[in-house]
């Protein structure tokens, strides 16, 4: 780390990415092995930055029935009848332990519209519409008006979401820091190669060690 890839902690952000029940649970439509398992390092997390009165921003996808604003790759499947975090349903929702109230529920109509759902003094859920947070979405102008230049990045199934966020910050000029024990689907290679662009990967416990000094000065 340098003078221009250090993360501000006094300037981050939270961001967890695809933490809801259909990628998260065991035995679910489309369940991401790990995810469950990183989900109280994510909780840790969430509850420092809350307790830090830092900006959280909960990233989800909605799969509408008729595929029409689902990625190619997986738009046959949906449009044959797979359902995966479809609007309304169970398995759309975030799960329980990254919220700060569990009656939190997704406003479909508001999200799928390109809106922030705040759900928290400095909390929101943003739909995203494909792999990376920032693609059509207004995530970026949320983060410079909140006086973010650092992201800290947590959720589910590294390769595909995460990583894709993770570059198009980087794009940004946005600082970045990937919590390694709070995402799945992280590996050896993939963790070099983030490091690689000036990316930190720090442990949850650490995470939590800087938000708190912090909040503490």
């Known amino acids: 780390m340098d003078d221009y890839t250090s993360p501000h902690w006094d300037k981050s952000a939270l961001l967890t990415i695809d933490v809801q029940r259909d990628f998260s649970l065991p035995g679910a ?38 595929g029409s604003n689902v990625d190619l790759c997986r738009r046959a499947s949906v449009r044959s009848g797979s359902r995966i975090a479809e609007p309304g349903s169970s398995g759309s929702q975030i799960m329980e332990d990254l919220l700060p109230v569990p009656s939190v529920v997704l406003d479909d109509e508001r999200l799928l519209g390109g809106e922030f759902q705040q759900i928290g003094s400095r909390e929101w859920i943003l739909y995203k519409p494909r792999f990376g947070a920032f693609y059509k979405t207004s995530l970026e102008e949320h983060l410079r008006k909140h006086g973010v230049d650092t992201l800290v990045m947590a959720g589910c199934n590294f390769p595909n979401c995460p990583r894709t966020t993770i570059y198009e910050a980087s794009e940004r000029d946005f600082r970045v820091v990937l919590v390694n024990d709070a995402i799945s689907g992280l590996y050896d290679r993939g963790v070099q190669e983030i490091v690689n662009i000036g990316v930190a990967v720090l442990s949850a416990r650490d995470v939590v060690s800087a938000v708190t000094n912090v909040r503490n000065r």
């Open 29 to 66: 439509v489309f369940c991401i092995p790990g995810t469950e398992e990183a989900l109280p390092q994510m909780k840790r997390v969430a509850e420092t930055y809350r307790a830090a009165d830092l900006p959280i921003v909960h990233i989800v996808r909605l799969y509408l029935s008729d």
